[in-house]
Structures are given as C-alpha cells and as structure tokens.
C-alpha cells in the first residue's frame, strides 16, 4: 500500500485532488500546511507502515527530522518535487496528468542496491602550486590534514620564513591515481637541497644575479655560476652544484593543484584530485578547502557499469573493432586491452557519467545506476499514468540530477513569480545521475511506450565528447524513425544554462508535431540492450507508416540508411577479391557473419551485426564495407548468403577442401618459391590427410630421417 501526501502551501498551484486520486486509485486529500499545523497527518501516515510518498521536496530536511522524533514510524518515505516542475508554469491547470504522472513513478520500489567502489584516505595532502599560495592553503587545512608542498616557484611574496610543511621541487616526470592512491614521481635536478635548506637566506644576499628567490631554488636561466651561493652555505651544505639529478617518488591522498598548467587536464579528474587554477582568491577556493578537510576516513561510491566480456566487440585476434567506449570517456577510466580481446574499467576513475553504455553497440558494457530495467520501468510508468489521466502528446526532459534539477526548479520559481512559462504541462522532468547516461534503447523505448518526444538537458557541466555523443545518438534513433514513416523531431538535445535559455527550449518543443505509433507498447525493457531494441523495432515496426504498403500479401521491405556510427547495418562483400578465408568469421563477435559445414559459403544475419568494423579490418583481401542500415523486413533475422565459390577437390582422394580461389591464388603466389617446386607444389593441391601419405610414400624424394 501507498500513501500520497500533496500539499499546496497558499494555494499557489491549481491542483485538483480528485483527478489525481482517479489516475492513482487513491484518495488524495489536499493539505496547505503539512509541514506545519498539519503535520501530524505526515505523522499518522508515517506510523501506519504503507510507503508514504510526501510530494514536497523543499521541507525535506525538516520532515525527515519529524519522522525521527515521532514513535513508531516504520514507513519508508519518498519525496517528489510537483511544484517546480508542474504545479507552478503558465498552463498548471492543463499538468494534472504530468503531476499524476510523477506521483506513481515515486511509488515505483526502489531499484535493488547496486556494488560499491571503496577509497580509503589518511589525509595526505600534496598541495601543488606557487609557494607563497601552497603555504596560505597549507594554514587553513594543516589542522586536519597531512600536507606536503610541492613547489612551483615563489609566487608573488615567496615562502614564509618559517618552515612549517616538507616542500619539494623539480620536475614532474609521472602523477597518476585517485583518492587514497596518488603516485607522484618527479626529478630533483636543482642545487639547492630543500631537505637541507634552513631557510637562513645567506644564498638570496649572496648571489649577485639575484637568481634565488624565496622558493630557496636556483633559477639555471639567470644563474651564472658564480658559486658565491655555494660558499654562503658551507655550514648546512645545502647547494652543491656537482649534485646527479634524483629521481623521487611518493604516494598522496588528496591533491591541491593551485599550478598554472594542471598535473590532470580532463575534463572529469580523479577524485580526490581538486583544482583552483586562480589561486585562492576565487569564488570556489573556500569550498574547496572545506572539502578537503573533510576527505579522512573511508569512503564509497557506487559502481556504475557492469561489464561483459563475451559481448564486447573491442578486439579479436588483436585487431580494434569497436573503440567507441574508450574514445567518449572523459575520466580516462578505460583502456584496451586488445591481447585479451577486451576493454578495462577502472571502477575507481569511473564518475558515472554512462556515456561509454550510451555509445556501446552490443550492451557488453551496462549503466547500474539505475539498471535499464528499472529505468525502463520508470518511464513507462511515467507515460503510462499520463496516458491514463488524459494527458496527450507528451515530452520527457531527461536532466542531471544535480545542475539539471537545479536548473529546473530555477524555472519553476520565474514561473511562480510570473517571469517566465515555466515547465510546460506535456514535458515530464526525468532527473538522471549523469544527462549522458541514456541512450537509443531506452529513447526509443519511450516513443513506443506513448512519447512524442526525448529531450536531453545539458547544463555545461558535460564533456564536449559527451554532447557530441548525445547528438550521434539521437541523429541515429531520428533518422531511423523518419524511415519508418514517423514524421517530427522527436529527440532534442537542449543546452541551456539559464532559466530563460531552458524557458525558450520547451517552448520550443511544441512547435513541431511529432508522429508515433497509436498503441503504446507494454513489454519491459530488459537489461540485454540488443534485445530491447530488438522489442522496441518489432512495436515500431508493426504500424509504421513507410511500411504499411504491401507487395501483395507481404509488407514492402524497406532498407533505412543511417548515419555513420549506427549499432544497426549490413556490410558488402567483393566477390571479385574474396577467397573465402572466413577469417571475417571468427572475428565476428555477435555471430552476425557465419560460415556452411556444407559448403564454401559466407553468411549473414543482418539483425545480430552491431557495425563494429572487426570483419573490415581483419579482412586480408580487404573486401568488406560496413553499410549503416536497418532492414525493415523479416529477412534481417535470417542468413543470407553474401558470397559462395566452387570447392575444391583433393587431387589424390577427391575430398573436397578449399575453395577453387583460394588454392590458385596460394598456387599463384608460391609457385616461383624455391621451397615449393614439382612435387611439392602439386602437394598444396592435396587435402591435409594426403600431403603427409604423398610426403612419406614419394621415393623420388630426399628425406631427413635418414640423414
């Protein structure tokens, strides 16, 4: 059992309780205090062990603290924001449905748990920048942290006096790793010993060049060799010119990179890697340093993806295939390992932005958080609960969960103050971990759930790979929609930063009319992502317009291109160089080419290939082209044969093997060998069994085991 507490504080949204409780089954009473003077409805509900869904978000804080202090509250309780993103835009009176809409996909359980990643940091702080900023970081952090500077130069007042941190210098050879686990390696090719150095500033009065500053190191453009530096330091023996560099290395739990040029320049750095490229005096620098001094202790985070190696088409035989996830990642979290014919993800470097899932053609790499099922289940709900309230041509808005949310409720609020429409009544918020996390089985999931349209908010928080990736995606999903016939724009990436920018967008949604199928599919999308598009096709395929014309009894088949990078397609093969070596066939990771036990032929099943590119590039004869397509017919579930040829027939037994190519072409190109003269060419006309009889029974014939 559900219970759904709505509210509507100074009744500042239209809401009409009686429509939502007929879409929901569920008597819904209309509070405008509940937080307040009525709160011990929020009491009662909370005590009665039913799933309480409270759809207020604003006074979250406040009524988790309220379930603290009421007895015998075993409910679970769930929040859903209605206001923002329905109960305050210009058309709120038509956003019942939408409201709905939302209320049930909040009574959804939760998705099952998902794995953890751990990290562990002591506080060991590397602080990297100009001295005289490392040491002002170091002071407001020391307390808590363990902190060692690694120095960039004296800065504008050079290093304190006191020495109060270890400071180090040289040359940064290697940096690599995460929170809890960060390996620096650098080389110390300076005079100056920092470990030795007392700071007594005898070298700085010294040096007639003025080549030392308060860094305590010598700056070889402006040196001279004077030694007067050297002379002024006998004492504590800390510059010595005849010095071999030193190759250093130690391990860090935090970074502070206060340099100008970046040890990490992605765009999605490790955690526990922090960057103030204006130093200390920016907006961010305070929060920054605050976090930091909170990162001691152990730590978790989910593990983002799920990897099957069985279905990737990265590698076979060590050649590339398909490169997609490892190009698009912004956290440097995955490699190639194509000696092993798979890809590796560093769960630790992994932000969970699930842009490698978006772009992965077979679904050997999967999103967890959540699973597609779940994800699926959500959106169908969503659609179906709208559909059911008498909502029509509705939009989602997939959005970031954090900037996306944001920016959403930044909107609704214009709204309320009546500067802006707001979120319009058709466009349901879908808040995601990461905007890139969803890709085409789930998008055209949607249109055959009942959605008109898939737009994708992007806030500038996202790598420019990622739009670009989005905007690939969507290209494919559109073009494989008009080719079947539905006309309208129905996936949009929207950029916005703005409330204003994103009110301009939505309104910009309607102004298109968007064609989909009349029957909104009921299948669950499962978490195989060949399988679900395979459901998604069959449903848009059944009452698409383009194929509603019919060859006699028989639907007219209809061969859609599509855009480069398709998950979708066929290839072609030049029978004019094509041996037949099968070599295709083995590289072929989703069984899509296949050869005959029968006979010398080639096949192909056009709905299992993923346009991973391995049977073009393994191919000697370089005879295949990948064809970005999708066959609308029944015929791209079956073998058909791309390429056949005449066997060829054992000399001495007459058992065939080979194809009559292939053993003219080898008879071709070593019959001038020296190795492969007389008898020993008419052997390669022989079956494997009759070489070695006709090797052992040839009288006329040299052989080594007498020798």
């Known amino acids: 059992m559900t219970q759904t507490l709505i509210c509507d504080c100074n009744q500042t949204m239209p809401l009409a309780p009686k429509t939502l409780g007929t879409a929901l089954a569920e008597t819904l009473p209309l509070h405008s205090a509940l937080c307040r003077r009525e709160a011990s409805a929020f009491q009662r509900a909370i005590q009665s062990g039913d799933d309480v869904i409270v759809a207020c978000t604003q006074e979250r804080r406040l009524f988790g603290e309220l379930a603290e202090q009421t007895p015998d509250a075993t409910s679970p309780i769930h929040f859903v924001n209605i206001r923002e993103t329905g109960g305050w835009s210009r058309d709120a009176k038509q956003a019942m449905p939408k409201i709905a809409a939302l209320l049930a996909a909040a009574a959804l359980p939760e998705p099952d748990p998902v794995a953890t990643v751990s990290y562990a940091s002591q506080g060991r702080l590397l602080i990297v920048g100009p001295l005289d900023q490392a040491e002002q970081a170091a002071a407001l952090v020391a307390d808590t942290l363990d902190v060692t500077i690694l120095s960039q130069g004296p800065g504008v007042a050079g290093g304190m006096q006191e020495r109060r941190w270890p400071v180090v210098a040289g040359r940064v050879d290697a940096f690599s790793g995460w929170l809890g686990a960060f390996k620096l390696q650098w080389t110390r090719s300076n005079a100056i010993d920092l470990d030795l150095c007392t700071r007594c500033n005898a070298c700085v009065t010294a040096c007639p060049e003025q080549a030392i500053g308060l860094d305590y190191q010598i700056d070889e453009a402006r040196c001279t060799s004077h030694r007067d530096c050297e002379r002024a330091c006998t004492v504590a023996g800390a510059i010595r010119f005849g010095r071999a560099p030193e190759t250093l290395d130690a391990a860090f739990d935090l970074v502070l990179d206060l340099g100008a040029t970046p040890l990490v320049d ?31 202790g152990e730590f978790e985070k989910p593990k983002f993806f799920d990897y099957k190696q069985k279905l990737c088409a990265h590698s076979r035989n060590e050649q590339i295939g398909c490169n997609a996830c490892v190009e698009v990642c912004s956290a440097h979290a995955i490699s190639s390992d194509k000696e092993r014919q798979r890809i590796v993800v560093n769960p630790n470097l992994c932000v969970g932005c699930g842009a490698c899932t978006t772009v992965c053609p077979t679904g050997a790499l999967g999103y967890t958080y959540p699973r597609a099922p779940d994800q699926g289940l959500k959106l169908r709900t969503l659609l179906a609960t709208y559909a059911k309230a008498g909502g029509r041509e509705p939009a989602l808005l997939l959005h970031s969960q954090e900037a996306g949310q944001a920016l959403v409720e930044q909107l609704g609020r214009q709204a309320q103050l009546g500067r802006a429409n707001g979120v319009p009544a058709r466009v349901i918020p879908v808040a995601l971990w990461h905007a890139a996390s969803t890709g085409i089985d789930l998008w055209l999931s949607a249109v055959a759930f009942g959605a008109t349209q898939v737009a994708v908010l992007s806030t500038g928080e996202e ?16 073009a494989l929609l008009r080719g079947l016939g539905y006309a309208g724009t129905h996936f949009q990436l929207i950029e916005a930063r703005t409330p204003a920018a994103l009110d301009a967008a939505l309104a910009a949604l309607g102004q298109t009319r968007q064609q989909v199928p009349a029957q909104a599919a009921r299948f669950a999308v499962g978490a195989d992502k060949r399988s679900t598009l395979e459901m998604t096709l069959d449903h848009l395929m059944d009452t698409a317009p383009a194929l509603q014309a019919r060859d006699g009894d028989a639907p007219i088949a209809l061969a859609i291109p599509l855009p480069a990078g398709s998950p979708f397609g066929a290839i072609t093969v030049d029978k004019a160089t094509c041996t037949l070596c099968l070599a295709c066939v083995s590289a072929c990771p989703a069984s899509a080419l296949q050869d005959n036990q029968n006979a010398p032929q080639l096949r192909f099943v056009e709905k299992n290939c993923v346009q991973c590119g391995l049977c073009e590039s393994t191919c000697p004869e370089n005879a295949i082209q990948l064809v970005p397509r999708l066959l609308a017919a029944p ?18 037994c007459s058992k065939p093997f080979g194809t009559v190519k292939a053993i003219e072409a080898m008879l071709g190109k070593l019959s001038g060998h020296a190795m492969f003269q007389g008898e020993a060419l008419e052997r390669l006309k022989m079956c494997s069994d009759c070489r070695v009889i006709d090797l052992y029974s040839a009288s006329n014939e040299q052989k080594i085991t007498p020798l």
């Open 463 to 478: 790598a420019p790979d990622y739009l670009a990736a989005l905007k690939q995606q969507m290209d494919i999903a559109e």
């Open 635 to 652: 015929e791209r579930r079956q073998p058909v044969v791309l390429n056949e040829a005449q066997p060829w027939a054992c000399i001495r």
């Open 266 to 296: 992605w765009h999605a750095p490790p955690q526990g890697y922090f960057r103030l490229p204006g130093g200390l005096g920016t907006a961010e620098a305070l929060q920054t340093l605050l976090r930091l001094r909170e990162m001691v």
